[in-house]
């Protein structure tokens, strides 16, 4: 098969703002790539990311300043979210922003295509397809048929709808043009309309838009033709299309070949890339996280670009380092790196990658919580590890010095607290922090040790970085009582204390010594190898994700686990995304789930039988051979230190579990927060 080598420039300058990076160590990730008749000046292209950072479905400032944001830090193209052009979209699909205010598009295009850095709007329709269970009335689709998640059927597309279609994506792809877009990109993977179309499972058509494989892909051929056509031939045209969709006759590598081939097989197309999963079990595959390999796409990806025909390859799915990105494009495996979540967390990531200062990128650590923002609870896209995501200063940020400088200390040296400290100081704050372990990080690093934990060092290995540059006075591996604390005359004290479980009513307090809450169990269970006779029981009135890493790491050490919940499910304070890999593991692991049921506490504990009872009808059962039992449970706020130090006359902040228990996510916006605002 013949192959078009992309043409390479060398010399070509990094930024239009002149700055000069070091070529030396990332030379083919910082090489110019000739896409269509357009230079773009590196590698990296920002993927496509709902953000919710539109207002009444219109462009807002932020959403301009968050794609800005990723153009200042190095990105040579970004791929914005679904915009809704086509007028059926309005209010059938509900796309965050329509093609309405054109000032807005406008602006949008002036702002990012000034940085040097392509802005490409991106064409897609749900059809029938969503993220989260609850049928759709009115969808359109393929074939009346339903999706594995919400169960929607939609009505079929009659093959003139599918025309009018066409020409609307077509036409407002033009305006985009007009607006200064450089192109548009067709989601067809991800489960959403096109790729209900590219289907055998969801397409059935009998007429010309399904059949076979040419009449499956028409609908995005004709598309590609019909933008090109009013478009013209300098306008970017980008393909994001379903790789392994996950689906039992749907579309695996071969499938995906043949729809590759006859999508790029007329070289319309300037670029494509794969995706997986759809709008079912698969959703998991969209967002592959921590609990699976790196780079878990490119055996895909490698696969599928010998069936590109020359058309270049974007890399896309948990690339977070820039040394693996370098060796993708170096190995020939893609022509372009596509990062979604990585720029989320790092906006800079190219640009500190560029300069040396790759020990200073904020790591993406693929915990989906940014998913769970916009998808869950529809509030504009967060980071565990960039508490700035979408503000003006986000790219490389570095603390503003501080009107009046004050003594500050920091109890605690987890990340909340470590998050504090290091933007305190970085202020021109006196800061100390105490930190009762030896080590930073405090029970993110526990957690680094139990499955799916160990991208979380990025979070505290940057803050620490952090905390040194800035200057933080660090006094490790006591546990600083009042005394301790007024000794560093502070005017200011953050406390970043942490919380604890709270003894569930079932356990009587005279035996609460015996059965230890699930960190302290941890805590004491890492580093064992030997697998120990008996069943492990966790009673888990949690439901995050930390409680199911245990039960695997309990699972590796015990015979058997069970997971007691009283709750009629597990895993309910999780989105989707994250939450299909715990079920799916929880189900291979033959971890066991005992729903609506709490244990009672009974004589029969002491010769390993525990006893439980159904919230509803008390009735009782029984789990022999019980050799562990934990428990995980609402925290109470380790703050008692609050009270003294105020009556001292000193200012207190309370930050991360110390003012509400909760997730990373809180832990670090809220010790960020409170630095920033000293
Ligand atoms: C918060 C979030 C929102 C996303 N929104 C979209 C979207 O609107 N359209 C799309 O095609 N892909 C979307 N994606 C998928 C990404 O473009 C990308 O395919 C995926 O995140 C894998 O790349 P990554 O590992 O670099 O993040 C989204 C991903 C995330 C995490």
């Known amino acids: ?152 059927v939609p009505h079929a597309l009659h093959a003139d709808d599918i025309r009018r279609l066409i020409e609307a994506f077509a036409d407002a792809s033009r305006t985009l043009q007009q607006c200064g877009f450089s192109g548009v990109e067709i989601s067809a993977g991800h489960g959403h309309l096109f790729h209900q179309f590219l289907s055998p499972w969801s397409n059935r058509r009998e007429d010309e838009y399904g059949g076979d494989w040419a009449g499956r892909t028409r609908f995005v051929a004709e598309l590609v033709a019909a933008i090109r056509a009013l478009c013209g031939s300098s306008f970017i045209i980008g393909l994001k299309l379903p790789g392994v969709d996950g689906i039992t006759g749907s579309i695996g590598l071969p499938e995906a070949g043949e729809i590759t081939e006859l999508l790029t097989g007329q070289r319309q197309a300037d670029y494509v890339c794969f995706c997986q999963g759809a709008h079912a079990r698969s959703l998991e595959m969209h967002l592959p996280d921590r609990y699976g390999e790196r780079l878990p796409y490119m055996p895909m990806v490698r696969q599928l670009r010998a069936r590109a025909g020359g058309t270049p390859v974007v890399a896309l799915g948990r690339i977070t380092d820039p040394a693996e990105a370098e060796a993708i494009l170096r190995d020939g495996d893609a022509e372009l790196i596509g990062l979604g979540r990585a720029l989320v967390a790092d906006p800079a990531w190219l640009k500190k990658s560029a300069s040396n200062r790759a020990h200073d990128v904020r790591y993406c650590i693929s915990c989906n919580t940014c998913w769970g923002t916009i998808i869950s609870y529809h509030r504009p896209i967060a980071c565990v590890n960039n508490p700035r995501v979408g503000q003006r200063d986000e790219t490389d940020f570095w603390p503003q010095p501080a009107d009046t400088k004050r003594r500050v200390t920091v109890v605690g040296g987890g990340v909340s607290g470590l998050e504090a400290a290091w933007v305190a100081a970085a202020r021109g704050h006196e800061v100390t922090l105490f930190g009762s372990s030896a080590t930073l990080g405090g029970r993110a690093r526990l957690r680094v040790h139990v499955p799916g934990g160990e991208t979380i060092t990025s979070i505290y290995d940057y803050q620490q970085t952090a905390a040194a540059r800035a200057g933080v006075h660090l006094r490790l591996g006591r546990h600083a009582d009042l005394a301790d604390i007024l000794t560093t005359r502070p005017e200011v004290v953050v406390l970043a204390c942490g919380a604890d479980m709270i003894p569930p009513d079932w356990l009587p307090i005279e035996e609460q010594a015996l059965v230890p809450d699930l960190r302290t169990a941890v805590a004491a269970l890492i580093g064992l190898s030997v697998r120990q006779p008996g069943t492990a029981v966790l009673f888990d009135a949690d439901h995050s994700e930390g409680v199911y890493a245990a039960a695997e790491l309990l699972n590796a050490l015990f015979e058997h686990v069970v997971i007691i919940t009283p709750r009629d499910t597990i895993a309910t304070e999780m989105q989707l995304v994250t939450r299909q890999g715990v079920l799916r593991r929880m189900a291979e692991g033959r971890i066991r789930v005992i729903t609506l049921a709490t244990p009672v506490w009974s004589e029969t504990f002491e010769s390993g039988t525990l006893e439980y009872a159904n919230v509803y009808t008390g009735d009782i059962g029984q789990i022999e051979d019980v050799a562990f039992l934990s428990y995980a449970t609402p925290r109470t706020p380790l703050d008692e230190l609050a009270r003294p130090l105020r009556e001292a006359g000193v200012e207190v902040h309370l930050v991360g579990d110390c003012q509400s228990a909760g997730e990373l996510l809180s832990a670090t916006a809220s010790g960020h927060a409170v630095g920033n605002a000293l």
Request: glycine share 8%; charged share 20%.
């Open 1 to 152: 098969m013949a192959t078009r080598a992309p043409a390479l420039n060398q010399k070509q300058p990094m930024s239009s703002a002149g700055e000069q990076f070091d070529h030396s160590s990332y030379p083919t990730l910082l090489t110019s790539l000739m896409l269509g008749k357009q230079t773009l000046r590196n590698r990296v292209l920002h993927a496509s990311m709902t953000t919710e950072l539109s207002r009444d479905r219109k462009v807002t400032a932020e959403l301009i300043q968050y794609h800005a944001s990723r153009a200042a830090g190095g990105a040579a193209m970004t791929v914005t979210e679904p915009l809704g052009m086509a007028p059926h979209q309005r209010e059938l699909s509900r796309p965050q922003v329509v093609a309405e205010n054109l000032d807005g598009f406008t602006r949008w295009a002036e702002r990012v295509e000034s940085l040097d850095c392509r802005l490409i709007g991106q064409i897609q329709d749900s059809g029938r397809g969503r993220h989260y269970a609850g049928r759709t009335h009115d969808a359109l689709g393929a074939s009346a048929l339903p999706d594995d998640l919400s169960w929607t």
